[in-house]
């Protein structure tokens, strides 16, 4: 069948109270049985669009609505979100607000009871639907037990129970590990290849949408500013630029290596599989050299400023979160923490910051014993920038945010102006000062968190996730930021599980896994010690891979890090070139 | 945990097996009679038999023992203002020094009014226990089950299903803005009670937008899912709905404490206050 099942018109939308159009003349139609996905920075309208796929734009949020969605003929104005529900599936982002029953069964068997299904009917239907995404025998369980990845694939099954037609998922991997992205996307596939479900996906994950989406649209300000193959889409490296999104790695590293389409290929790979039958067919004109990557020292012999010692954690729950963790960061390191969710980054951390007590073991501060401080001295050294700004905010205006703990540690009136001053102008905020923090985008109050944390001159900081939900612009800024901190001669710790991030900031890596510190190297040892990252379920950036994978048809040992250092080792012969 | 208080305990037992619609009839009981009676051998009682429901329903002890720290203040406070102003107060126990100015030699502490503080305690305590005693030994599906058989509308019951799950995430949120607040520099460890109270006030704008926000996201996702909270439904947990011999010989005699207590108390008195 070649129906349209999505049928988009003329679409334009505003929300109620708000200047700006969301959408602008969306067109779109989509096939039934295609893989849509939908790329654009932060602000284009991608939840929007979901959102009238289903009605509940314009039924729901109001606001100014023309043009005309249809979805299985029926069309969304018309009818209301409890129908179009039973025809559109959705899963959203954050897996804590949309599962809401006591138990995974429940939790399936929900959207069921609304449509009064009957109870045997609606056993069978339960049952079916956790075996499609893998989830048979957990029934009783509290979705608050899974792992992210499963709670993303209850959301995709709740929402598979009503036999919809069409799947939508705004961004339902953005706070997953790659583990748990893998899950989903595994999933994802499954019904699109073999249920022939329809699949609206929206999804920063440039690897991903290159290797299953039939078709990509960029959205950009309301507005579809293309819509293409995967294929064609990531060919166009400088559009993609322009709307900062990344393109997969493979893709960047031929661009760069071949630029016009040099070589005898006419496309960039797009993906991994793609990208090494290209090295192959390159091989007669590949050339290999032997480089010594740049990478930061390591400063052996600096003064150490956080050390823990054979550190055990367990929580009242009883659940193991550290089972021995021994390791010393130097004053000045950049150090990167990754892992799976639940491996115990965020619950080490906390050690340091006095927030959490060792079960056993020791935590040292600037070598004193951690339990000497309070955590409100602890603040004056160690700055923590924890994931959801929203939750480190609580004055009614940026200046008293940020000279919050400078009023808490009782600076002198002068030393408190002088200091915000000096923390604003450092996250170019001055402008910012007399309004309320809640009143600016999301990436303005990550850096009023900064701020407000600067302002303590602390000489360690550490950022929990801060990169999780933010699109690729927002992810460099903050990574650009820790940059400058630490090339002022701070410290800086991040956790993140985005490996491909942190070349060119990270000197080390720690990589923890099921409470353990599994691996303590250098970035770049580390992003090819790809067994240990494995056992963390992390995979290594895409470059990483390809190198590993034409390895042994190089003479030379490849070790690059990005796309960048990948031309600086392969380069091809001058007279394969036109 | 903060969380404690609405978490369940899987720990079989003789109470947690009990229908929901005996349970919820112990809550109501629980929340009745301590107006019905004013006495406090009465309700020191009802107390009693809470406690053991507790004890049979293996709840954490140590969760009642946290309850009764907590209320200590007020109790302190009820116990003074009963003691030397409740006008029952008759018999003086302990009389202010004359040597006190302005109220030496007059003001006493009365034995009437320690008993009526130590009823308005028993008033707190009960119900403050049995909440959770049902709440922790309860599916909340069964309960939302319950509920609406017992004909009140289902978008009501679901709300409080919701507001018990959400509970434990605003603490975990609360928490996580008072670590905020620390890592500020802000040492709450250090302050007295009245200066704490600002705190906890600033905590507030934070939590209210972040649940709002939630409520939203939540109506959102719950909206795609077909819920528009019509009483028209199917239920999935649907054997939760037959009662057993003991259940409804509890509902029975439940029924009969109550009316009994009602009418036993206007016409026979029993239960009032004595001293």
């Known amino acids: ?578 | 945990m903060t969380t404690t208080y609405v978490t369940r305990t899987d720990k079989p037992s003789f109470f947690g097996r009990l229908d929901v619609r005996v349970k919820l009839l112990i809550l109501f009981l629980a929340s009745t009679l301590i107006f019905v009676w004013q006495n406090v051998f009465y309700l020191g009682a009802t107390l009693g038999v809470l406690l053991l429901l507790v004890v049979n329903a293996k709840i954490d002890l140590g969760l009642i023992k946290r309850l009764f720290t907590l209320m200590i203040p007020f109790l302190g406070i009820v116990f003074f203002v009963q003691g030397f102003f409740n006008p029952y107060g008759v018999t003086p126990l302990f009389t202010v020094p004359q040597w006190v100015p302005l109220i030496g030699g007059d003001l006493a502490l009365k034995w009437e009014g320690v008993v009526y503080a130590g009823l308005i305690g028993l008033r707190l305590f009960i119900p403050l226990i049995a909440f959770p005693l049902v709440v922790m030994t309860t599916d909340v599906n069964d309960l939302v089950v319950g509920l609406v058989r017992l004909r009140i509308p289902f978008k009501i019951a679901f709300i409080f299903s919701v507001a018990l799950r959400f509970v434990p995430l605003i603490f975990s949120e609360i928490n996580s803005i008072m670590d905020a607040q620390r890592l500020r520099g802000l040492a709450l460890e250090k302050m007295s009670f009245f200066r704490r109270i600002p705190v906890f006030a600033s905590l507030l704008v934070p939590l209210i937008i972040g649940s709002l926000m939630k409520a939203q996201t939540l109506d959102v996702a719950l909206q795609s899912k077909a819920f528009s909270g019509s009483y028209e439904r199917t239920f999935y947990n649907e054997n939760a709905m037959r009662l057993k011999p003991v259940d409804v010989a509890l509902i029975i005699l439940g029924l009969l404490i109550f009316f009994g207590s009602i009418i036993t108390r206007i016409w026979l008195g029993w239960g009032s206050f004595v001293a």
């Open chain 1, 1 to 578: 069948m070649t129906e349209e099942i999505i049928v988009i018109k003329d679409l334009s939308y505003r929300y109620e109270r708000s200047e700006e159009m969301a959408l602008r003349e969306i067109n779109l139609r989509v096939k039934r049985g295609e893989f849509l996905a939908v790329m654009g920075p932060t602000g284009a309208g991608k939840t929007t669009l979901c959102l009238t796929l289903n009605g509940i734009v314009p039924h729901f949020y109001g606001g100014d609505f023309y043009g005309s969605v249809e979805v299985c003929g029926l069309d969304s104005v018309e009818h209301h979100t409890y129908e179009l529900a039973q025809r559109v599936g959705m899963v959203f982002e954050d897996p804590e607000t949309q599962l809401t029953a006591p138990t995974v069964a429940n939790e399936v068997a929900f959207p069921l009871e609304n449509v009064c299904v009957p109870a045997a009917e609606m056993h069978e239907r339960v049952a079916h639907a956790l075996e499609t995404v893998r989830l048979a025998g957990l029934d009783e369980k509290h979705p608050h037990q899974l792992s992210g990845g499963q709670k993303q694939r209850l959301a995709i099954a709740a929402a598979l129970a009503l036999r919809p037609s069409v799947m939508v998922l705004d961004e339902p991997t953005s706070q997953l590990d790659p583990v748990g992205t893998d899950e989903v996307f595994s999933v994802v596939r499954d019904l699109n290849r073999e249920l022939g479900m329809t699949i609206v996906l929206v999804s920063h994950a440039s690897e991903e949408v290159a290797e299953y989406a039939d078709r990509v649209i960029l959205l950009s300000k309301g507005e579809i500013a293309e819509a293409q193959t995967p294929q064609r889409f990531f060919q166009g490296v400088e559009l993609l630029t322009k709307h900062e999104l990344r393109p997969p790695d493979v893709t960047s590293a031929f661009a760069l290596l071949q630029p016009n389409g040099a070589g005898g290929i006419t496309e960039y790979p797009v993906t991994l599989d793609d990208a090494v039958r290209c090295c192959r067919s390159l091989k007669p004109s590949l050339r290999y050299r032997d480089v010594a990557h740049q990478d930061g020292e390591r400063k052996d012999g600096a003064k150490t400023v956080l050390q823990t010692r054979d550190l055990h954690y367990t929580y009242p729950d009883g659940t193991e979160a550290l089972r021995g963790v021994t390791l010393d960061v130097g004053a000045g390191e950049y150090v990167a923490i990754v892992g799976q969710n639940g491996g115990g980054k965020s619950t080490l951390v906390k050690h340091f910051l006095h927030l959490l007590t060792a079960t056993e073991g020791e935590v040292r501060v600037r070598g004193k014993n951690v339990n000497q401080y309070e955590v409100s001295d602890l603040a004056k050294h160690i700055g923590f920038i924890s994931q959801n700004p929203d939750n480190q905010i609580f004055s009614d205006t940026v200046e008293k945010e940020v000279s919050f703990a400078l009023k808490q540690l009782k600076y002198s009136k002068e030393e408190i102006e002088a200091r915000v001053t000096d923390a604003l102008r450092q996250m170019r905020l001055e402008w910012a000062i007399e309004r309320h923090p809640l009143s600016l985008s999301k990436g303005d109050r990550s850096r009023i968190v900064v701020a407000a944390i600067l302002a303590m001159k602390p000489e360690i900081l550490i950022f929990d996730e801060p990169t999780t939900g933010q699109d690729y612009a927002g992810s460099r800024a903050i990574l650009e930021l820790t940059q400058e901190l630490h090339e002022a001669g701070k410290t800086i710790i991040v956790i993140t599980h985005h490996l491909y991030l942190l070349p060119g900031y990270a000197e080390r890596l720690l990589v923890m896994g099921k409470g353990k510190l599994l691996l303590d190297t250098d970035l770049r040892s580390g992003f090819y010690a790809t067994e240990k990252l494995n056992e963390s379920f992390l995979t290594a950036p895409q470059i990483v891979q390809l190198a590993k994978m034409i390895q042994e048809e190089a003479p030379v040992r490849l070790r690059p890090l990005t796309a960048r250092e990948f031309t600086d080792a392969v380069t091809i012969k001058q007279e394969a070139l036109p």
